[in-house]
């Protein structure tokens, strides 16, 4: 029996080395994918194939990430249209936040919260201008999701009414993906309150203009007078 404690507990670090191991693995395959998601999403240009705009398609793309980056670009921007920059954020955060050794706790919370978050976003960017449908999807704000939630708000809510479910369903998924800065946001809030005669204080020094310091008025000292 004591011979197999000992091997069992040298082989209890081996098991932990290769959970951080594979800990850091999946850290650094989101940072990359999000890193690529966002120089696609940055560089990304209409004319890029996928699209159809021009034919023969365009050879050499446009794109800084080259031919994935434009067909990446083009997918996230087909189905999520805008509500695609704000997934990337959350994703970029939790990558920063695995990346100084923190994990995301409920993450199927925080998913959902994102999800929502996306969602809401794309239609809202819809709603703004409901009578613009582009020809390519992915040349639009809303994108499928975004126009497919749309109408279906305006059909059976109106446009103030859609409206008024937007910002509830931003304000659940904001709290489902974020809820410790949401629920800190008041802290804050009373702080900032409280300390309001500083803060204007500040401002106002900000503000007015800083005397320049010239010869002229610089003090004279009894000594240079001597000399």
Request: no cysteine.
């Given at each position: 029996k004591t011979q197999r404690n000992k091997s069992s507990d040298l082989a209890e670090p081996h098991r932990f080395a290769g959970g951080k191991f594979a800990k850091y693995c999946l850290v650094l395959c989101l940072t990359g994918a999000v890193a690529l998601a966002w120089l696609s999403l940055l560089t990304y240009s209409s004319t890029d194939p996928p699209a159809t705009l021009?034919?023969?398609?365009k050879s050499p793309v446009s794109n800084a990430a080259g031919s994935v980056g434009a067909h990446l670009a083009y997918t996230l921007r087909h189905y999520l249209g805008g509500g695609a920059y704000m997934g990337l954020g959350f994703a970029?955060?939790?990558a920063v936040v695995m990346m100084f050794g923190g994990s995301v706790r409920e993450w199927r919370w925080r998913l959902a919260g994102v999800i929502l978050?996306?969602?809401?976003?794309?239609?809202?960017l819809f709603l703004l201008d409901p009578n613009r449908v582009a020809d390519d999807y992915a040349s639009g704000p809303s994108g499928v999701i975004g126009l497919a939630t749309g109408r279906f708000l305006l059909?059976?809510?109106?446009p103030i009414g859609s409206w008024v479910m937007l910002i509830i369903a931003l304000c659940i998924g904001l709290?489902?993906?974020?809820d410790?800065?949401?629920?800190?946001?008041?802290?804050?809030?009373?702080?900032?309150?409280d300390k309001r005669s500083e803060i204007t204080q500040v401002v106002a020094a900000l503000k007015s203009p800083t005397p320049i310091r010239t010869a002229a008025n610089l003090p004279v000292s009894p000594r240079s007078i001597a000399s």
């Open positions: 021009l034919s023969p398609p970029t955060f939790a978050l996306v969602t809401a976003t794309s239609a809202a059909v059976r809510f109106a709290m489902l993906a974020a410790n800065f949401v629920l800190s946001l008041p802290h804050y809030g009373r702080k900032a309150w």
